[in-house]
């Protein structure tokens, strides 16, 4: 009996030693839409809560929730996050915006920042990368060297970043490439690797000699060394473990530093709502090397590309543009406001096929 | 512009049956499980430690035909936890089955860490003098990875014994009414322990067709739901081996075909399609099974020898 008292004593004492220590900590949740060992999207968000805990060490706790479907359960679980304590909130994908807008609604103290969405509140942030400028990139390697003329795209959700993405990456191989022609399947996934790989298939059966992906995991890379002959960019993490063939380049996201700045404003108490959205300009989108597989003359012109990008010298949205239909969209010199890129719902001139709804 | 002239139809044959091989594995061992009463959730835990263990071992040997092996191992490992929890400690098997499979895919990505972006060992496919190069015959019958024979065997060989020998009987009986089956003096635990570690086994074998030959690679989480798919197509096939198959090969085919149509720019709405492969297997074996369609009588149900 005095053993289970000492005991007893022993845990309350540590139970008040820990919660005290959590005062002093800032805790930072995150939500994820696959697992951390994706490769891809979730893998760079996760070395960004990583990128937190460098910086900060034992002045901050951070948690985790992977593999969360997009919908009501993503509700809970945020829910679950900011009830046990979180300080500030990342919900990492597009599916999130909602159910983060609902929580953050109940809870008024706890920060939020939900990415590639448009909804904000008082404490509600959004943060995005510009995505379509590395897809621009893409689209210029991706036409100079295909054979078959053939590029296939694995999108995912009929959102506007992947939109953005299409247009952008068909704008830049229709440039350098009149004859170019897209075949577009649309997975309904973030990350399914069977699924995925069964896509590539199809469309490297389909005579598609490039394979550009919006979904998460690295499985169409597998498929395209498999069937051979084919090209692939890595999407959203470096997956270099693919290069130099299939995988020439690749969009890497680089969140690190944005959660530090966010999380140093929670601790400062400066935090306040914010629409972020940088490009290759502001580093939050890398290109990653351009491997030998690329002839030297093609790399040239994509890294005059990135620079001209980076500099805000070229918009990859830049007139003269029609859209899908054969309406006006931009004029000779006119480049696109973020309004319109950020609502995208069209395709541009030449694409075939309809957006799903 | 639709083009379906470039879909070819024996390249979509192929496809189909490697879309269609890792369900049909998992559905038709958990066919058997569910035939022996048991309802085991954990198909998808299983599968997806299959895979790592197939993985893992594959690469290190350079051996896909040792890969598949340890699979069914690393499978049949997994479910014995299932089979301690259910049938000895007598525990509730929807709770037991839910918790393999968050066990499983934990500890698939533990094991896995060391083996994402490694290129696994070829698995050769079926090469026989002469009929493989039969024209049309040889590249739709003959030409396939041996893994997709080994679900078509392993099909006949479920229905076979299940319907046409004792062991199959006594299995079944043990499904229909465990408390019988005992007072007959039947072994209800044993043939039930039995039973599930030969459904983990298959899961097991079903999860390594993703990472060594459908994809391949390793990846966590990269059965991203099949398992549920194998377990509702058990139920949807009413419990038989024959449908089970029809099932995997339409979901698998549909699949691959709707993903074809989209490259190649059908004009069908695009919803329409994705939701195909989900709606056209639910409304045949629906349609196919109206006339009779129970499940085992005592499936799921926790048998005590003093009951």
């Known amino acids: 009996m005095k053993f289970v008292k000492h005991l007893a004593g022993a845990a309350l004492a540590l139970g008040l030693a820990t919660s005290a220590m959590a005062q002093d900590k800032t805790k930072v949740g995150f939500i994820y839409v696959g697992p951390v060992g994706d490769g891809g999207w979730t893998y760079e968000h996760d070395k960004g809560r990583q990128a937190i805990e ?24 945020i829910t679950q996050m900011a009830l046990q304590g979180a300080d500030l909130i990342f919900t990492t994908s597009f599916g999130y915006m909602d159910p983060t807008v609902n929580v953050a609604a109940k809870f008024p103290d706890v920060k939020f920042e939900h990415a590639t969405g448009y909804k904000t509140a008082d404490n509600v942030s959004t943060y995005s990368a510009r995505f379509y400028e590395g897809r621009a990139i893409q689209g210029h390697i991706a036409g100079k060297m295909t054979k078959t003329n053939t590029i296939g795209y694995i999108a995912s959700f009929p959102i506007p970043e992947v939109i953005r993405g299409i247009n952008s990456a068909y704008i830049h191989a229709k440039k350098v490439n ?5 075949k577009i399947i649309w997975a309904f996934t973030w990350f399914d690797p069977a699924k995925e790989a ?3 298939t199809a469309l490297i059966e389909q005579g598609a000699d490039v394979i550009l992906q919006h979904t998460d995991s690295t499985a169409p890379q597998a498929a395209a060394e498999k069937a051979g002959g084919v090209i692939t960019f890595g999407q959203a993490s470096d997956m270099s473990e693919y290069a130099p063939l299939p995988r020439v380049s690749s969009i890497i996201d680089d969140w690190g530093p944005y959660y530090v700045a966010r999380t140093k404003a929670v601790m400062d108490g400066n935090w306040s709502t914010v629409q972020t959205w940088d490009g290759i300009g502001a580093g939050m989108v890398g290109i990653g090397e351009i491997t030998d597989a690329v002839p030297a003359d093609v790399k040239a012109e994509a890294l005059a590309m990135k620079d001209a990008i980076a500099s805000g010298e070229y918009h990859p949205f830049s007139g003269p543009l029609k859209k899908q239909d054969g309406s006006d969209w931009l004029a000779e010199g006119e480049t696109a406001d973020d309004g319109t890129l950020l609502g995208m719902d069209f395709y541009v001139e030449g694409l075939d096929g309809e957006i799903p709804n | 512009m639709m083009d379906l002239g470039s879909i070819s139809p024996t390249l979509l044959l192929a496809s189909l049956m490697v879309a269609a091989t890792p369900i049909l594995l998992a559905a038709l061992g958990e066919l058997v499980v569910e035939r022996a009463g048991v309802l085991n959730l954990g198909v998808e835990g299983m599968m997806i430690t299959g895979a790592i263990c197939g993985f893992a071992i594959a690469v290190n040997t350079g051996s896909p035909t040792l890969g598949f092996i340890a699979a069914a191992l690393g499978g049949a490992a997994l479910s014995l936890l299932f089979a301690i929890l259910t ?57 396939h990875d041996p893994m997709v024979y080994v679900g078509l065997a392993l099909t006949l060989a479920v229905w076979f014994v299940l319907n046409r020998t004792r062991a199959g009987l006594i299995l079944r009986a043990v499904g229909e009414n465990h408390d019988a089956a005992h007072a007959l003096g039947y072994k209800v635990v044993r043939v039930r322990v039995m039973a599930i570690l030969f459904g983990g086994a298959c899961a097991g074998l079903g999860g390594a067709y993703i990472s060594l030959i459908r994809v391949p690679q390793w990846t966590e989480g990269m059965t991203a739901g099949v398992g549920w798919i194998a377990l509702a197509l058990v139920v949807f096939a009413s419990w038989r081996a024959g449908r089970v198959m029809l099932g995997a090969y339409l979901f698998g085919g549909v699949t691959v075909l709707q993903l074809n149509l989209q490259a190649a720019g059908v004009a069908l709405p695009v919803e329409y399609l994705s939701m195909s492969p989900y709606i056209i297997t639910i409304l045949v074996l629906v349609i196919m099974s109206a006339e009779r369609n129970r499940a085992p009588a005592s499936l799921g149900r926790t048998f005590h020898a003093s009951n």
């Open chain 1, 198 to 200: 069964d896509a590539a």
């Open chain 2, 87 to 143: 049938q000895v400690a007598l525990a509730n098997h929807v709770a037991s089955g839910l918790a393999l499979t968050l066990f499983g895919l934990g500890l698939s990505a533990l094991l896995g860490q060391g083996y994402v972006g490694i290129k696994p060992p070829a698995t050769d496919k079926l090469d026989i003098p002469v009929l493989s190069d039969l024209p049309v015959v040889g590249p739709v019958l003959f030409a």
């Open chain 1, 178 to 182: 009149p004859d170019v022609q897209f």
């Open chain 1, 54 to 77: 460098e910086a900060f060490g034992d002045a901050v706790e951070t948690v985790y929730q992977e593999s969360v479907p997009e919908g009501a359960d993503a509700e809970r679980a």
